[in-house]
T-cell receptor
Framework: GAGVSQSPRYKVAKRGQDVALRCDPI?????LFWYQQALGQGPEFLTY????????KSGLPSDRFFAERPEGSVSTLKIQRTQQEDSAVYLC??????????????FGPGTRLTVL | GENVEQHPSTLSVQEGDSAVIKCTYS??????FPWYKQELGKRPQLIID?????GEKKDQRIAVTLNKTAKHFSLHITETQPEDSAVYFC????????FGKGTRLHILP
């Protein structure tokens, strides 16, 4: 079956531009996570959804970052007024159960964002 | 909050030898400890996980041990093969999953 997909795979933005990153989780998966992975680092938690409810957004680095999952399936991570420090790979992961922090997460291929 | 330390950051082993990667965590409430493998340019994939009520788990050439008292856990890969070359991440989770910084494993021919 289809795994987690993300689009675009690569995004180049000029500093100050807004970007929107899309995640299509595995069908039926309840939990959805967004991570930021800087070069040579591990994924860093950004936010967590259980269905359409955003239960944890404590990892979002600033109010320029916003995520939504309005129908409990596809999710969008939006970054406003991008800065060079936002350059990273943004990973989405989904899990079939609520409390997806405690079971296997299935990762997407990531979106590599470069801010010039 | 939780803090996960992982070492070494880079590890080179001869093909056929064993590799060991160690992690420590700070939050005693963490009760789930997965290990992910990430090949260059690819997505992380779970290779093994362990829960806090278990001290050791094995799956073919891969094993993980957990010492809750000392708050450390380790990944052991035996009979290493070229396809084991990748970056390995440990993680600890309670209400939030926190990853280590990764270990780049090189298998030397």
């Amino acid at each position: 079956g289809a795994g987690v997909s993300q689009s675009p795979r690569y995004k180049v933005a000029k500093r100050g531009q807004d970007v929107a990153l899309r995640c299509d989780p595995i069908s039926g998966h309840v939990s959805l996570f967004w991570y930021q992975q800087a070069l040579g680092q591990g994924p860093e938690f950004l936010t967590y959804f259980q269905n359409e409810a955003q239960l944890d957004k404590s990892g979002l680095p600033s109010d320029r970052f916003f995520a939504e999952r309005p129908e409990g399936s596809v999710s969008t991570l939006k970054i406003q007024r991008t800065q060079q420090e936002d350059s990273a790979v943004y990973l989405c992961a989904s899990s079939p159960l609520a409390g997806g922090q405690l079971v296997e997460q299935f990762f997407g291929p990531g979106t590599r964002l470069t801010v010039l | 909050g939780e803090n996960v330390e992982q070492h070494p950051s880079t590890l080179s082993v001869q093909e056929g030898d064993s590799a060991v990667i160690k992690c420590t965590y700070s939050d005693s409430a963490s009760n789930y400890f997965p290990w992910y493998k990430q090949e260059l340019g690819k997505r992380p994939q779970l290779i093994i996980d362990i829960r806090s009520n278990v001290g050791e788990k094995k799956d073919q050439r891969i094993a993980v041990t957990l010492n809750k008292t000392a708050k450390h856990f380790s990944l052991h890969i035996t009979e290493t093969q070229p396809e084991d070359s990748a970056v390995y991440f440990c993680a600890a989770s309670d209400d939030k999953i926190i990853f280590g910084k990764g270990t780049r494993l090189h298998i030397l021919p």
